[in-house]
């Protein structure tokens, strides 16, 4: 069942009018979530710069003071969260026509921004010339970030410092933690089209922890490759996108011998749309190691899978504006364009790729409410939200698993 979270602003009483928006990003660290950019807030709306965090554990929002220059206010942008508490915010748009290029990272821990000038390299991932001398603007794409195998398999990506190390050490570690970290970026759209174009953003091994920063970033293109037989997404924007770890199962008996060795994972696209009145049912996955794209057959759950043998097998929705969570194997689909399929949760499981409907009702008493007083609130005034709409059409959202629940916002 759904049901409205009630948080608590503690001190900040313009916080809660900001919350209100759509063609924003998010990013998860920790038990928070963080919620960057968008259209909306309190008064007039408009575009917005903003970083506001909500607290899992203690149900409530604040707005994260970042210090020095912040990217410009944007919507359809993306964000990432990579290493040890670091998030990339990438693209996005200011008006229809312009589509924005920048890329920018914030670390959680310092509350800084930090502006990013990658390189391009010259070559795509098959080693062909790249077409491309810089990474175009985008706005409603996808991105996800790609963990190296030894942070999906629990290994620690640096040694962690002891107390006495101090700060500048902690600091290195937390940098050299970027190691191996991949986002992956698909279409989107800018002024002039829709496209249909990958690019994977990455850090530079050799730099060292000690390097600002800002240093050794680099983009490449990713050339297009189809399994045998097998087409890849047509361009589109708009659509849904989430990564999923190798540890699942390969998704058929076609593709297992491509999946075997894989490390990488593999990231999932459902959806989106090319323009007004066309808009996808198909999904397609991407081996993340060999960046070979497969298209998932639709095998209806016929009631031996998800939920129990419970649901009723489904075709996915045409829809777009929508988001694609994990939780475990499974991807959870919220929302979108058309609003047909709102009051039931789409559900894909990535080890047969069947889909499964899953119908839903909503609790319409708020009863979830502040947990706890949060620390160093100096014992400021809770403000409460406004009463939770009972009609809930989530279009142009986020969505964040953590644990068991999954958040919309």
Request: aromatic share 8%.
């Amino acid at each position: 069942h759904w049901q409205p979270v009630m948080p608590l602003c503690l001190g900040q009483s313009d916080v809660i009018e900001a919350v209100p928006r759509w063609g924003h990003a998010s990013a998860v660290h920790g038990h928070c979530i963080y919620l960057l950019g968008g259209y909306g807030g309190g008064g007039a709306h408009a575009r917005r710069g903003d970083v506001l965090v909500y607290d899992t554990h203690r149900r409530t929002w604040e707005a994260l003071d970042v210090e020095g220059v912040a990217p410009s206010p944007r919507m359809g942008h993306t964000a990432a969260c990579i290493g040890d508490g670091y998030v990339v915010l990438i693209g996005g748009r200011t008006s229809p026509v312009d589509a924005l290029e920048d890329v920018w990272i914030l670390d959680i821990e310092a509350r800084s921004w930090t502006q990013l000038h990658p390189s391009v390299d010259s070559n795509t991932t098959s080693g062909a010339p790249g077409s491309h001398s810089s990474f175009p603007g985008r706005y409603r794409h996808s991105a996800v970030s790609v963990p190296p195998p030894q942070a999906v398999s629990g290994t620690a990506t640096g040694a962690a410092p002891t107390a006495a190390a101090g700060a500048a050490t902690t600091t290195c570690s937390r940098r050299h933690s970027l190691n191996g970290w991949r986002v992956v970026v698909f279409g989107g759209r800018n002024g002039d089209a829709v496209l249909g174009d990958m690019w994977v953003l990455s850090r530079d091994p050799w730099v060292s922890g000690s390097a600002s920063l800002a240093s050794g970033w680099r983009w490449q293109q990713v050339a297009r490759a189809a399994g045998p037989g097998i087409d890849m997404p047509s361009p589109r924007k708009s659509h849904a996108a989430c990564w999923v770890p190798a540890s699942t199962d390969p998704p058929s008996a076609a593709a297992a011998a491509a999946t075997t060795a894989a490390t990488a994972g593999r990231m999932y696209v459902h959806g989106g749309t090319c323009g007004y009145g066309l808009h996808f049912d198909d999904t397609f996955y991407l081996d993340l190691d060999s960046y070979t794209w497969y298209r998932c057959e639709p095998r209806h759950d016929s009631g031996g899978g998800i939920n129990g043998g419970t649901a009723a097998a489904v075709h996915p929705p045409a829809c777009f504006s929508h988001t694609l969570s994990r939780w475990g194997p499974l991807l959870l689909l919220v929302g979108g364009y058309p609003t047909d399929h709102h009051r039931q949760l789409c559900v894909l499981d990535t080890r047969s790729h069947s889909w499964a409907n899953l119908d839903t009702v909503m609790q319409t008493e708020p009863a979830v409410t502040a947990a706890v007083t949060p620390a160093g609130s100096g014992g400021a005034t809770a403000t409460s939200p406004p009463p939770f709409p009972v009609d809930f059409v989530p279009i142009r959202h986020c969505a964040e698993v953590l644990g068991d629940t999954l958040y919309v916002m």
